[in-house]
């Protein structure tokens, strides 16, 4: 089981052969195999028959698998037809306006898992990519146990409401989404920056950068390029790793004493300060 929030997600096409072969040497913390927008439509069912050897391969190989859908519900109940379920740990559900969008999908998971005799239950994550679903985002957070994370699809959102995907248009809707999210302990993924970037590395992690600061936990990638950029921009940084420490140790040492509360470097140090800094060496040490 996973211990930490997944950093980076690649997405491939299904239809890739080639990509598959070296998709689990990127470096993501996950693969998503994608049956929507990089598959055309006259491929689609190639696209499913392929996305079922393409999840057990990764599997073997170690990896953590997603599978994107598609979203109406008639060509995703042929999309998880042909999945291999018990390879996949995530459906990413995309263009998700609606809790109920939600419910029919773990209610189509859980006639599957017993039809096939699945023990482990496949998790969902909703892709939020509308004016619609941000409004929803937080009856979208609860509407099912399988649900472990929200997405923010930026491009489809400036497309829908007809603007350019910069932090000026971005970062309201992004925060709606972290809110939902982390309200009801689920990971977020997404940027509030295009994900399109792949020629401007140092542009493309300052976006990564300001993701984090902003409350989102990981991001999906279109190019491996991505990949290491969005790692170490989800990653604590050695300063944040050595502060962590300085505090843990500081509120040992104060509980040591029998005090509550201690003071380092000029400052306060209490509960919500050392629960942070645990975090940080949780994840760092993930």
Not at 61 to 78: F, I, T, W, Y
Not at 92 to 101: D, I, N, R, Y
Not at 120 to 125: F, S
Request: charge should be negative.
């Amino acid at each position: 089981m996973r211990v930490s929030p997944l950093r980076s997600l690649l997405f491939v096409p299904a239809t890739s052969g080639k990509l598959f072969e070296k998709a689990h040497q990127r470096g993501a913390d996950a693969i998503i195999i994608d049956l929507e927008d990089a598959v055309v439509p006259e491929r689609k069912e190639e696209a499913r028959e392929l996305s079922a050897d393409a999840a057990r391969s990764l599997k073997n190989r170690g990896v953590e698998v997603l599978l994107r859908v598609n979203p109406d519900p008639v060509s995703c109940a042929l999309d998880l037809d042909k999945a291999a379920l018990e390879a996949i740990s995530i459906i990413m559900l995309p263009k998700v306006e609606s809790p109920a969008q939600i419910a029919w999908l773990d209610q189509e998971l859980g006639r599957l898992e017993s039809l096939r005799g699945l023990a482990n239950p496949v998790r969902i994550a909703a892709l939020i990519e509308t004016p619609l679903g941000i409004l929803h985002a937080a009856d979208i957070a609860r509407a099912s146990p399988r649900l472990c994370a929200l997405g923010f699809g930026t491009e489809d959102y400036c497309t829908t409401i007809g603007i350019e995907p910069s932090p000026a248009g971005l970062i309201g809707p992004a925060q709606h989404i972290i809110l939902a999210a982390h309200a009801y302990g689920l990971e977020c993924w997404g940027l509030a920056a295009s994900i399109a970037v792949i020629d401007d590395m140092a542009a493309f992690g300052r976006s990564v950068r300001d993701a984090k600061a902003l409350g989102f936990t990981g991001s999906v990638a279109i190019h491996p390029r991505q990949v290491e950029v969005i790692n170490e921009g989800f990653s604590p940084s050695a300063e944040q790793v050595e502060w962590a420490r300085r505090i843990v140790a500081a509120d040992e040492a104060a509980h040591d004493a029998g005090r509550g509360a201690v003071l380092l470097d000029g400052k306060m140090i209490d509960r919500p300060i050392v629960e942070r800094a645990r975090r940080i060496l949780n994840a760092a040490s993930a």
